[in-house]
């Protein structure tokens, strides 16, 4: 998923915020629905921001949230922080 990512889950585990054991579990998949009240894509990056949404897990576990902000980018992007 990236560098980013290990790096941000890596900090949690150090500082205590999550277990090891949660931040091995990067294989789940995470579903969103609520309404879409904004999005931007500006310089290979997208920007969704949902609200009154739900958050789904692969185990069925389903959890309301007022906002949720998801920021992606191009897969090249990915590819060209891995050469550095």
Request: charged share 20%; net charge negative.
């Amino acid at each position: 998923m990236g560098r980013g990512l290990i790096e941000a889950l890596d900090e949690m585990v150090i500082n205590g915020t999550i277990s090891s054991l949660l931040a091995a579990k990067v294989h789940s998949k995470i579903s969103f629905k609520g309404h879409l009240h904004a999005y931007s894509y500006c310089d290979s990056v997208w920007t969704f921001n949902l609200t009154n949404a739900s958050v789904k897990t692969n185990n069925d576990d389903v959890q309301a949230v007022d906002h949720v902000k998801i920021v992606a980018c191009d897969a090249p992007c990915i590819a060209k922080s891995w050469q550095l």
